[in-house]
Protein backbone atom coordinates (compact mmCIF):
# COMPACT_ATOMS: atom_id res chain seq x y z
CA UNK A 1 0.00 0.00 0.00
CA UNK A 2 1.27 3.45 -1.11
CA UNK A 3 0.37 6.81 0.25
CA UNK A 4 -1.07 9.29 -2.08
CA UNK A 5 -1.44 13.49 -1.89
CA UNK A 6 -3.89 13.25 -0.32
CA UNK A 7 -3.66 10.53 2.33
CA UNK A 8 -3.81 6.49 1.88
CA UNK A 9 -3.97 5.36 -2.10
CA UNK A 10 -7.12 3.35 -3.29
CA UNK A 11 -4.91 0.29 -3.91
CA UNK A 12 -6.04 -3.15 -3.72
CA UNK A 13 -4.05 -5.38 -1.61
CA UNK A 14 -4.36 -9.30 -1.61
CA UNK A 15 -3.46 -10.99 1.74
CA UNK A 16 -2.93 -14.33 2.41
CA UNK A 17 -4.01 -15.46 6.26
CA UNK A 18 -4.92 -11.71 6.99
CA UNK A 19 -3.48 -12.69 11.01
CA UNK A 20 -3.48 -10.34 14.09
CA UNK A 21 0.30 -9.71 13.08
CA UNK A 22 -0.63 -8.46 9.68
CA UNK A 23 -3.71 -6.95 10.74
CA UNK A 24 -1.83 -4.79 13.15
CA UNK A 25 0.69 -3.73 10.54
CA UNK A 26 -1.67 -2.68 8.22
CA UNK A 27 -4.17 -0.45 10.65
CA UNK A 28 -0.93 1.09 11.56
CA UNK A 29 -0.13 1.70 8.32
CA UNK A 30 -3.76 3.60 7.87
CA UNK A 31 -2.55 5.16 11.21
CA UNK A 32 0.15 6.78 10.00
CA UNK A 33 -1.36 7.89 6.90
CA UNK A 34 -4.36 9.42 9.32
CA UNK A 35 -6.56 7.76 6.67
CA UNK A 36 -10.23 8.22 7.24
CA UNK A 37 -12.72 6.40 5.10
CA UNK A 38 -13.64 2.91 4.70
CA UNK A 39 -11.39 -0.07 4.56
CA UNK A 40 -13.80 -2.80 2.37
CA UNK A 41 -12.00 -6.30 3.27
CA UNK A 42 -13.21 -9.55 1.08
CA UNK A 43 -13.05 -13.08 1.33
CA UNK A 44 -12.21 -15.91 -1.49
CA UNK A 45 -16.26 -16.24 -1.04
CA UNK A 46 -17.14 -12.70 -1.76
CA UNK A 47 -18.31 -12.08 1.44
CA UNK A 48 -17.41 -8.48 2.91
CA UNK A 49 -16.79 -6.32 5.64
CA UNK A 50 -16.24 -2.89 5.75
CA UNK A 51 -14.79 -1.02 8.66
CA UNK A 52 -14.99 2.62 8.99
CA UNK A 53 -12.30 4.55 10.33
CA UNK A 54 -11.43 8.33 11.28
CA UNK A 55 -7.75 9.15 11.89
CA UNK A 56 -6.86 5.71 11.42
CA UNK A 57 -9.28 4.59 14.12
CA UNK A 58 -12.15 2.17 14.38
CA UNK A 59 -15.19 3.77 14.26
CA UNK A 60 -17.19 1.21 13.43
CA UNK A 61 -17.39 -2.19 11.47
CA UNK A 62 -20.61 -3.93 9.81
CA UNK A 63 -20.79 -6.69 6.89
CA UNK A 64 -20.59 -10.37 6.85
CA UNK A 65 -22.71 -12.83 6.72
CA UNK A 66 -25.10 -12.17 9.25
CA UNK A 67 -25.14 -8.57 9.87
CA UNK A 68 -28.85 -8.28 11.47
CA UNK A 69 -28.34 -11.07 13.38
CA UNK A 70 -25.36 -9.45 14.94
CA UNK A 71 -27.21 -6.35 15.34
CA UNK A 72 -30.18 -8.24 17.00
CA UNK A 73 -27.21 -10.49 19.41
CA UNK A 74 -25.64 -6.97 20.34
CA UNK A 75 -28.74 -5.21 21.35
CA UNK A 76 -29.69 -7.96 23.72
CA UNK A 77 -26.36 -8.07 25.24
CA UNK A 78 -25.54 -4.19 25.71
CA UNK A 79 -28.72 -2.69 24.94
CA UNK A 80 -31.60 -4.94 26.82
CA UNK A 81 -33.62 -1.84 27.74
CA UNK A 82 -34.45 -1.41 23.52
CA UNK A 83 -35.67 -4.93 22.93
CA UNK A 84 -38.87 -4.01 24.28
CA UNK A 85 -39.15 -0.99 21.79
CA UNK A 86 -38.42 -2.54 18.22
CA UNK A 87 -41.65 -1.92 17.11
CA UNK A 88 -40.62 1.51 17.10
CA UNK A 89 -37.20 0.85 14.57
CA UNK A 90 -39.46 1.88 11.39
CA UNK A 91 -41.04 4.98 12.74
CA UNK A 92 -37.07 6.12 13.88
CA UNK A 93 -35.55 5.21 10.81
CA UNK A 94 -38.16 6.72 8.99
CA UNK A 95 -37.30 10.23 10.20
CA UNK A 96 -33.94 9.92 9.75
CA UNK A 97 -32.36 10.82 6.47
CA UNK A 98 -32.12 8.15 4.01
CA UNK A 99 -28.41 9.02 2.82
CA UNK A 100 -27.24 8.44 6.62
CA UNK A 101 -29.49 5.06 6.90
CA UNK A 102 -28.16 3.74 3.61
CA UNK A 103 -24.49 3.90 4.87
CA UNK A 104 -25.77 2.30 7.85
CA UNK A 105 -28.97 2.27 9.78
CA UNK A 106 -27.41 0.48 12.91
CA UNK A 107 -24.93 3.06 13.39
CA UNK A 108 -27.44 5.72 12.50
CA UNK A 109 -30.20 4.30 15.39
CA UNK A 110 -27.25 4.19 18.28
CA UNK A 111 -26.75 7.63 17.56
CA UNK A 112 -30.44 8.45 17.68
CA UNK A 113 -31.02 6.53 21.07
CA UNK A 114 -28.04 8.44 22.48
CA UNK A 115 -29.26 11.63 22.00
CA UNK A 116 -32.61 11.03 23.19
CA UNK A 117 -31.02 9.17 25.99
CA UNK A 118 -32.50 5.71 25.68
CA UNK A 119 -29.20 4.00 25.46
CA UNK A 120 -25.73 5.22 27.37
CA UNK A 121 -22.76 6.48 25.53
CA UNK A 122 -20.95 3.44 27.06
CA UNK A 123 -23.59 0.79 25.79
CA UNK A 124 -23.08 2.04 22.32
CA UNK A 125 -19.42 1.47 22.89
CA UNK A 126 -19.22 -1.95 24.39
CA UNK A 127 -21.79 -2.77 21.42
CA UNK A 128 -19.40 -1.47 18.49
CA UNK A 129 -16.37 -2.85 20.94
CA UNK A 130 -18.40 -6.62 20.09
CA UNK A 131 -19.28 -6.19 16.77
CA UNK A 132 -15.56 -4.93 15.93
CA UNK A 133 -14.10 -7.78 17.79
CA UNK A 134 -16.72 -10.19 16.44
CA UNK A 135 -15.71 -9.25 12.68
CA UNK A 136 -12.17 -9.02 13.13
CA UNK A 137 -12.66 -12.79 14.30
CA UNK A 138 -14.65 -13.54 11.35
CA UNK A 139 -11.80 -11.73 8.88
CA UNK A 140 -8.50 -14.00 10.87
CA UNK A 141 -10.59 -17.27 10.11
CA UNK A 142 -10.78 -16.05 5.91
CA UNK A 143 -8.19 -18.07 4.23
CA UNK A 144 -7.39 -15.04 1.87
CA UNK A 145 -8.68 -11.69 1.64
CA UNK A 146 -8.30 -8.43 -0.77
CA UNK A 147 -8.15 -5.01 1.10
CA UNK A 148 -9.50 -2.26 -0.38
CA UNK A 149 -9.82 1.48 0.84
CA UNK A 150 -12.38 4.25 0.03
CA UNK A 151 -11.33 7.25 1.22
CA UNK A 152 -14.28 9.58 2.88
CA UNK A 153 -15.98 11.16 5.94
CA UNK A 154 -19.27 9.51 5.61
CA UNK A 155 -20.15 8.91 9.35
CA UNK A 156 -21.05 12.59 10.18
CA UNK A 157 -20.99 11.05 14.39
CA UNK A 158 -18.57 9.31 15.63
CA UNK A 159 -19.78 7.77 18.83
CA UNK A 160 -16.62 6.05 20.22
CA UNK A 161 -13.12 5.93 18.84
CA UNK A 162 -11.06 2.13 18.95
CA UNK A 163 -7.38 1.82 18.55
CA UNK A 164 -7.29 -1.13 16.14
CA UNK A 165 -4.20 -2.10 17.70
CA UNK A 166 -5.90 -3.41 21.06
CA UNK A 167 -9.35 -4.36 19.44
CA UNK A 168 -7.50 -6.61 17.21
CA UNK A 169 -5.28 -8.20 20.51
CA UNK A 170 -9.06 -8.85 21.70
CA UNK A 171 -10.44 -10.36 18.64
CA UNK A 172 -7.43 -13.01 18.39
CA UNK A 173 -7.38 -13.88 21.96
CA UNK A 174 -10.37 -15.35 20.63
CA UNK A 175 -9.39 -16.75 17.77
CA UNK A 176 -6.75 -18.53 19.87
CA UNK A 177 -8.79 -19.90 22.35
CA UNK A 178 -10.98 -21.09 19.33
CA UNK A 179 -8.41 -23.03 17.58
CA UNK A 180 -7.10 -24.28 20.79
CA UNK A 181 -10.57 -25.99 21.42
CA UNK A 182 -10.07 -27.80 17.85
CA UNK A 183 -13.04 -26.29 16.36
CA UNK A 184 -10.83 -23.90 13.99
CA UNK A 185 -12.29 -25.59 11.12
CA UNK A 186 -15.94 -24.60 12.04
CA UNK A 187 -17.54 -21.22 11.21
CA UNK A 188 -19.52 -19.75 14.99
CA UNK A 189 -21.89 -18.39 12.14
CA UNK A 190 -23.37 -21.91 11.87
CA UNK A 191 -26.20 -23.09 13.65
CA UNK A 192 -26.79 -26.70 15.26
CA UNK A 193 -29.57 -29.17 14.43
CA UNK A 194 -30.34 -32.02 15.97
CA UNK A 195 -29.92 -35.21 13.22
CA UNK A 196 -30.32 -38.75 15.27
CA UNK A 197 -32.82 -37.30 18.43
CA UNK A 198 -33.13 -41.09 19.66
CA UNK A 199 -29.26 -41.64 19.30
CA UNK A 200 -28.67 -38.03 21.10
CA UNK A 201 -32.02 -39.23 23.98
CA UNK A 202 -29.66 -42.22 24.66
CA UNK A 203 -26.66 -40.72 25.28
CA UNK A 204 -27.89 -37.76 27.62
CA UNK A 205 -30.15 -37.47 30.46
CA UNK A 206 -33.51 -36.53 29.82
CA UNK A 207 -33.43 -32.60 31.38
CA UNK A 208 -30.03 -32.54 29.27
CA UNK A 209 -32.26 -33.42 25.81
CA UNK A 210 -35.10 -31.08 26.55
CA UNK A 211 -32.80 -28.67 26.86
CA UNK A 212 -30.90 -29.05 23.44
CA UNK A 213 -34.52 -30.13 21.75
CA UNK A 214 -35.24 -26.80 22.31
CA UNK A 215 -32.23 -24.94 21.28
CA UNK A 216 -30.79 -26.76 18.86
CA UNK A 217 -33.64 -26.48 16.26
CA UNK A 218 -31.16 -24.94 13.16
CA UNK A 219 -32.59 -21.63 13.15
CA UNK A 220 -29.79 -20.09 15.78
CA UNK A 221 -26.15 -19.56 15.19
CA UNK A 222 -23.55 -20.58 17.34
CA UNK A 223 -23.11 -16.90 18.06
CA UNK A 224 -26.98 -16.81 19.18
CA UNK A 225 -26.90 -19.33 21.16
CA UNK A 226 -24.04 -18.14 23.36
CA UNK A 227 -25.91 -14.68 24.02
CA UNK A 228 -29.24 -16.85 25.14
CA UNK A 229 -27.03 -19.30 27.28
CA UNK A 230 -25.24 -16.22 28.39
CA UNK A 231 -21.72 -18.30 28.17
CA UNK A 232 -19.06 -17.66 25.84
CA UNK A 233 -19.36 -19.04 22.17
CA UNK A 234 -16.03 -21.54 22.83
CA UNK A 235 -17.38 -22.65 25.87
CA UNK A 236 -20.65 -23.27 23.95
CA UNK A 237 -19.19 -25.08 21.07
CA UNK A 238 -17.21 -27.07 22.72
CA UNK A 239 -19.97 -28.42 24.69
CA UNK A 240 -21.42 -29.76 21.68
CA UNK A 241 -18.46 -31.16 19.80
CA UNK A 242 -19.15 -34.71 21.02
CA UNK A 243 -22.30 -35.31 19.45
CA UNK A 244 -20.99 -32.96 16.77
CA UNK A 245 -18.64 -35.78 15.75
CA UNK A 246 -20.48 -38.59 16.52
CA UNK A 247 -23.21 -37.43 13.97
CA UNK A 248 -25.74 -36.58 16.26
CA UNK A 249 -26.02 -32.91 16.04
CA UNK A 250 -24.84 -30.84 12.60
CA UNK A 251 -23.64 -27.76 12.43
CA UNK A 252 -25.45 -25.84 8.90
CA UNK A 253 -25.34 -22.91 6.91
CA UNK A 254 -28.70 -20.45 7.70
CA UNK A 255 -29.51 -17.12 6.53
CA UNK A 256 -29.42 -13.58 8.04
CA UNK A 257 -32.99 -12.72 9.80
CA UNK A 258 -34.50 -9.72 8.39
CA UNK A 259 -34.17 -6.41 9.52
CA UNK A 260 -36.70 -5.04 12.33
CA UNK A 261 -38.50 -3.09 9.96
CA UNK A 262 -41.23 -3.37 7.57
CA UNK A 263 -40.78 -4.27 3.71
CA UNK A 264 -41.54 -0.78 2.47
CA UNK A 265 -39.08 0.84 4.80
CA UNK A 266 -36.71 -1.55 3.57
CA UNK A 267 -36.92 -0.44 0.56
CA UNK A 268 -36.08 3.21 1.08
CA UNK A 269 -33.14 1.94 3.12
CA UNK A 270 -31.47 -0.22 -0.27
CA UNK A 271 -32.97 1.67 -3.15
CA UNK A 272 -34.77 5.04 -4.28
CA UNK A 273 -36.58 6.15 -7.15
CA UNK A 274 -36.70 9.82 -5.98
CA UNK A 275 -34.70 11.48 -8.67
CA UNK A 276 -33.17 13.57 -6.65
CA UNK A 277 -31.68 10.65 -4.26
CA UNK A 278 -31.32 8.33 -6.90
CA UNK A 279 -27.58 7.57 -7.65
CA UNK A 280 -26.48 6.48 -10.79
CA UNK A 281 -23.04 4.99 -11.84
CA UNK A 282 -20.33 5.17 -14.80
CA UNK A 283 -17.37 2.39 -14.34
CA UNK A 284 -15.52 3.57 -17.59
CA UNK A 285 -12.01 4.39 -18.00
CA UNK A 286 -12.50 7.51 -20.71
CA UNK A 287 -12.81 10.26 -18.91
CA UNK A 288 -14.67 12.35 -21.99
CA UNK A 289 -17.91 8.96 -21.15
CA UNK A 290 -17.28 9.84 -17.80
CA UNK A 291 -18.15 13.85 -18.41
CA UNK A 292 -20.76 13.13 -20.69
CA UNK A 293 -22.63 10.80 -18.65
CA UNK A 294 -22.51 13.03 -15.80
CA UNK A 295 -23.81 15.94 -17.72
CA UNK A 296 -26.81 14.01 -18.91
CA UNK A 297 -27.43 12.62 -15.91
CA UNK A 298 -27.07 15.31 -13.44
CA UNK A 299 -29.19 17.75 -15.61
CA UNK A 300 -32.20 14.78 -15.33
CA UNK A 301 -31.85 15.30 -11.83
CA UNK A 302 -29.82 12.53 -10.29
CA UNK A 303 -26.94 12.43 -8.74
CA UNK A 304 -23.87 10.51 -10.32
CA UNK A 305 -20.99 8.97 -9.61
CA UNK A 306 -17.79 7.96 -12.03
CA UNK A 307 -15.36 5.61 -11.25
CA UNK A 308 -12.26 5.18 -14.81
CA UNK A 309 -10.20 2.27 -12.67
CA UNK A 310 -11.76 -0.60 -12.53
CA UNK A 311 -9.66 -2.21 -9.77
CA UNK A 312 -11.56 0.23 -7.29
CA UNK A 313 -15.14 -0.44 -9.07
CA UNK A 314 -16.56 -2.72 -6.13
CA UNK A 315 -15.04 -0.64 -3.25
CA UNK A 316 -16.19 2.57 -4.80
CA UNK A 317 -19.48 1.04 -5.73
CA UNK A 318 -20.22 -0.72 -2.12
CA UNK A 319 -19.23 3.05 -0.76
CA UNK A 320 -21.91 4.93 -2.95
CA UNK A 321 -24.48 2.14 -3.44
CA UNK A 322 -25.93 3.23 -6.61
CA UNK A 323 -29.11 3.05 -7.69
CA UNK A 324 -27.80 1.50 -11.54
CA UNK A 325 -24.67 0.72 -13.10
CA UNK A 326 -23.21 1.79 -16.58
CA UNK A 327 -20.43 -0.39 -16.85
CA UNK A 328 -17.55 -0.02 -19.50
CA UNK A 329 -17.13 -3.55 -21.11
CA UNK A 330 -13.21 -3.39 -22.14
CA UNK A 331 -11.11 -1.74 -19.71
CA UNK A 332 -7.24 -1.83 -18.40
CA UNK A 333 -6.76 -4.47 -16.00
CA UNK A 334 -10.18 -5.59 -15.34
CA UNK A 335 -13.13 -5.92 -17.59
CA UNK A 336 -17.25 -5.34 -17.69
CA UNK A 337 -17.56 -9.32 -17.01
CA UNK A 338 -15.25 -10.27 -14.18
CA UNK A 339 -16.86 -6.61 -12.20
CA UNK A 340 -20.36 -7.68 -13.09
CA UNK A 341 -20.16 -10.98 -12.09
CA UNK A 342 -18.41 -10.26 -8.71
CA UNK A 343 -21.20 -7.39 -8.30
CA UNK A 344 -23.64 -10.59 -8.38
CA UNK A 345 -22.32 -12.70 -5.54
CA UNK A 346 -22.75 -9.74 -3.44
CA UNK A 347 -26.39 -9.45 -2.10
CA UNK A 348 -26.73 -5.83 -2.25
CA UNK A 349 -26.46 -5.64 -5.93
CA UNK A 350 -27.80 -8.79 -6.87
CA UNK A 351 -31.36 -7.20 -7.92
CA UNK A 352 -29.70 -3.39 -8.68
CA UNK A 353 -29.61 -3.07 -12.98
CA UNK A 354 -26.51 -3.20 -14.34
CA UNK A 355 -26.19 -2.32 -18.27
CA UNK A 356 -22.82 -2.98 -20.01
CA UNK A 357 -21.52 -0.65 -22.60
CA UNK A 358 -19.66 -1.80 -24.95
CA UNK A 359 -18.18 -0.99 -29.25
CA UNK A 360 -18.52 -4.40 -29.66
CA UNK A 361 -21.99 -4.91 -30.39
CA UNK A 362 -21.71 -8.61 -31.38
CA UNK A 363 -24.02 -11.77 -30.51
CA UNK A 364 -20.98 -13.21 -28.56
CA UNK A 365 -20.35 -10.35 -25.99
CA UNK A 366 -24.05 -10.22 -25.36
CA UNK A 367 -24.89 -14.12 -24.32
CA UNK A 368 -21.80 -13.78 -22.41
CA UNK A 369 -22.88 -10.19 -20.92
CA UNK A 370 -26.46 -12.26 -19.48
CA UNK A 371 -24.62 -15.09 -18.83
CA UNK A 372 -22.38 -12.66 -15.75
CA UNK A 373 -25.81 -11.24 -14.80
CA UNK A 374 -26.32 -8.00 -17.01
CA UNK A 375 -29.44 -6.20 -17.14
CA UNK A 376 -29.28 -5.29 -20.07
CA UNK A 377 -26.40 -4.03 -23.34
CA UNK A 378 -26.04 -1.20 -24.83
CA UNK A 379 -23.61 0.00 -27.85
CA UNK A 380 -21.04 3.15 -27.84
CA UNK A 381 -21.71 5.90 -29.07
CA UNK A 382 -24.11 6.51 -25.71
CA UNK A 383 -26.57 9.89 -27.18
CA UNK A 384 -28.54 11.34 -24.36
CA UNK A 385 -31.69 9.54 -26.19
CA UNK A 386 -30.37 6.58 -25.26
CA UNK A 387 -29.02 6.90 -22.23
CA UNK A 388 -32.06 8.74 -20.67
CA UNK A 389 -34.30 5.59 -22.11
CA UNK A 390 -32.50 3.54 -20.31
CA UNK A 391 -32.98 5.33 -16.63
CA UNK A 392 -36.30 5.89 -17.28
CA UNK A 393 -37.00 1.84 -18.23
CA UNK A 394 -35.09 0.72 -15.41
CA UNK A 395 -35.98 3.33 -12.94
CA UNK A 396 -39.43 2.97 -12.98
CA UNK A 397 -40.00 -0.51 -13.39
CA UNK A 398 -38.02 -0.44 -9.55
CA UNK A 399 -40.84 2.29 -9.24
CA UNK A 400 -43.62 0.01 -10.07
CA UNK A 401 -42.24 -3.15 -8.50
CA UNK A 402 -42.27 -0.79 -5.13
CA UNK A 403 -45.43 0.12 -5.34
Not at 23 to 49: M, N, R
Not at 128 to 151: H, P, R
Not at 329 to 338: A, D, F, K, Q, R
Not at 371 to 396: A, C, H, R, W
Request: charged share 20%.
Amino acid sequence: MTTAKNGISHARTRIQQFTATKQTEFFESLKDAKFSGQLIVTDSQETSWIIHLYLGRIVYATGGLHPVRRWRRNLAAYCPQRLAHLNKVQSELAAIPLEECRISWQYKLLSVWIDQKKITPEQAGRFIKATVVEILFDITQAVEVVCETVQDNLLSTRLTLIDAQQIIAEANKLWQAWQAAKIADRSPDMAPVIRQPEALQKRTSNQIYQNLSQLLDGQQSLRDLSIRMRRDVVTVTRSLLPYIQLGLVQLVAIEDIPPPISTPIAKRLSKTITPSRTLIACIDDSPAICKTMKETVTSAGYQFVSEMDGLRAIAVLLSRKPDLIFLDLVMPHTNGYEICAQLRKLSYFRNTPIVIVTGNDGIIDRVRAKMVGSTDFISKPVTQEILLNVINKYLTQKGQKKD
